[in-house]
């Protein structure tokens, strides 16, 4: 059984040194551009995985959401609780370490020890960075442990993005066709939007993921 620790020391080494290029110093306009078009309650709480130090959590707190983001580099939460004046608090729970800023709570810790116990009341979800930041053997893994921490019903977007060069990473080169086989099991996927390759080959797809019920 593969971990995210598998990965846990080039991922620490990446922001130990500042090699963090897929960090965005914005919200991703997708998000802004189709969350209002889910079906999410207006206070739901929202689940991140793989949350790193993103502007994201801070627009769906200032829309009104609870944000429990999950990351797995100590260093990402310093740098993001710094982003602001608010206060901090700071708490231990089973497996993580938890800083609360406002309305966004985050989580140190390994997202696959992330249990239903602890992840209650979920309404909804963001990957911009999780799935894509996995190697191949994990995102098996990945799909269906969200799967089991979001109801049915749940809503959520998520971020693809394919490369030319296949096997680089993180972040992955991750195809619609190895979305759909990894979510349509336990979700109702839908492609919204995808974007042509940019300068460096970089192409990006929206998806939208609705948790489907018992069968």
């Not at 620490?12 to 889910?38: C, K, M, N, S």
């Not at 429990?68 to 310093?78: D, T």
Request: proline share 7%; glycine share 10%.
């Amino acid at each position: 059984m593969h971990d995210e620790h598998d990965h846990d020391n080039p991922w620490r080494q990446r922001w130990r040194e500042g090699r963090i290029g897929f960090h965005q110093d914005a919200a991703h306009p997708a998000l802004v551009r189709y969350w209002p078009t889910l079906g999410v309650a207006p206070r739901a709480k929202v689940l991140v995985p793989l949350c790193g130090k993103s502007l994201d959590m801070r627009w769906l707190a200032r829309a009104g959401h609870p944000v429990l983001g999950v990351e797995l580099a100590p260093e990402a939460v310093e740098q993001f609780t710094a982003q602001s004046q608010e206060g901090v608090s700071r708490y231990r729970l089973p497996g993580f370490e938890v800083t609360r800023q406002g309305t966004i709570e985050l989580w140190c810790g390994d997202f696959f020890h992330l249990h239903i116990h602890q992840a209650f009341e979920l309404g909804a979800f963001f990957d911009r960075a999780a799935l894509i930041a996995l190697p191949p053997a994990t995102r098996q893994r990945y799909a269906f442990h969200l799967a089991q921490l979001v109801p049915p019903g749940v809503e959520g977007l998520l971020i693809g993005v394919t490369h030319e060069n296949d096997g680089e990473g993180p972040p992955y080169s991750v195809r619609g066709k190895e979305i759909e086989a990894l979510f349509e099991r336990n979700f109702a996927v839908t492609c919204l939007e995808e974007t042509g390759p940019d300068a460096r080959g970089v192409a990006e797809q929206v998806w939208r993921l609705t948790r489907r019920g018992p069968k």
